[in-house]
């Protein structure tokens, strides 16, 4: 089994659930006329996406810590695959219920997710391209990004008055 590639397509999914978040979003701003009236949850997504760029670029261009287990001189920490899919994956969970009603869906999507992260996890470290601290680190950094991204949306809720779990009836 070629670990490499089966979490290159893992990652690749993990984009095109992002694209279905974007195309909400457009949809919503073509629609209500206005960028404004867009779910907050949408347009505060960028947000934890640049924060995982950026630390993806700290770490891959300057602040180096450790090289990939297979010899290539390649920077390993943190794995972008893991981090990539990981916050997308978590960012998606945190939305869920909000975009998907049916709660057998929501578990199913939920249980996918789970187990294609678990792949990437264990696919990178089996592929010999990270060790296994730059799979947690992933994991932690995806967690941070997640709790920070529900930080902006509680303020943001509070801030208007509204419940975070409120829908937005426009």
């Known amino acids: 089994m070629q670990w490499d590639k089966i979490t290159n397509?893992?990652?690749?999914?993990?984009?095109?659930?992002?694209?279905?978040?974007?195309?909400?979003?457009?949809?919503?701003?073509?629609?209500?006329?206005?960028?404004?009236?867009?779910?907050?949850?949408?347009?505060?997504?960028?947000?934890?996406?640049?924060?995982?760029?950026?630390?993806?670029?700290?770490?891959?261009k300057i602040c180096v810590l450790n090289y990939r287990p297979d010899g290539s001189g390649e920077p390993s920490f943190p794995s972008t695959h893991?981090?990539?899919?990981?916050?997308?994956?978590?960012?998606?969970?945190?939305?869920?219920?909000?975009y998907v009603k049916q709660k057998p869906l929501q578990f199913i999507i939920e249980l996918l997710m789970l187990v294609l992260l678990a792949l990437t996890c264990a696919g990178r470290?089996?592929?010999?391209?990270?060790?296994?601290?730059?799979?947690?680190?992933?994991?932690?950094?995806?967690f941070i990004f997640s709790v920070i991204y529900q930080l902006i949306l509680k303020i943001g809720a509070k801030k208007h008055g509204q419940h975070l779990?409120?829908?937005n009836k426009r």
Request: net charge positive.
């Open 125 to 142: 470290v089996l592929a010999d391209k990270h060790w296994l601290s730059d799979v947690i680190g992933a994991l932690v950094f995806a």
């Open 9 to 60: 397509i893992i990652l690749l999914t993990s984009f095109a659930v992002l694209a279905v978040f974007v195309g909400l979003g457009l949809y919503q701003w073509i629609a209500r006329k206005s960028l404004k009236k867009v779910d907050k949850r949408l347009l505060f997504m960028p947000i934890p996406l640049a924060l995982m760029a950026a630390t993806y670029f700290i770490f891959d």
């Open 82 to 98: 893991v981090m990539v899919v990981a916050t997308i994956f978590f960012l998606t969970t945190l939305n869920l219920n909000k």
């Open 165 to 167: 779990h409120e829908d």
